[in-house]
């Protein structure tokens, strides 16, 4: 079976690292989700949160400043094990 971010390494690959790379998630609107999301990021992380029209989820936005493909890979792997969350 294949890793569902082996796509994504692969387009990663062709760019130049470090880099700064935007994380997107979407998370269920409530505050421990939220901050389970936040708290895979550094303090210094740029964080936008958006809500949904129905206020049921928010999207949460990360721009971080990234040494390599497999930091990116692995925060996208942890976030995904966070349940409810949608990794973008």
């Known amino acids: 079976m294949s890793n569902p971010f082996d796509k994504l390494r692969k387009q990663l690959e062709l760019q130049e690292w470090p880099n ?31 809500p949904s029209k129905t206020g049921k989820y928010v999207s949460v936005s ?13 925060r996208y792997e942890k976030g995904s094990q966070i349940k409810g969350v949608i990794v973008l």
């Not at 990360?62 to 692995?74: P, Q, R």
Request: charged share 25%.
């Open 20 to 50: 700064v790379f935007l994380f997107k998630f979407i998370a269920p609107n409530d505050s421990e989700t939220v901050a389970k999301v936040t708290a895979l990021f550094d303090d210094g992380t740029d964080l936008n949160y958006h």
């Open 62 to 74: 990360a721009k971080e400043l990234m040494i390599d493909v497999d930091s990116i890979i692995e």
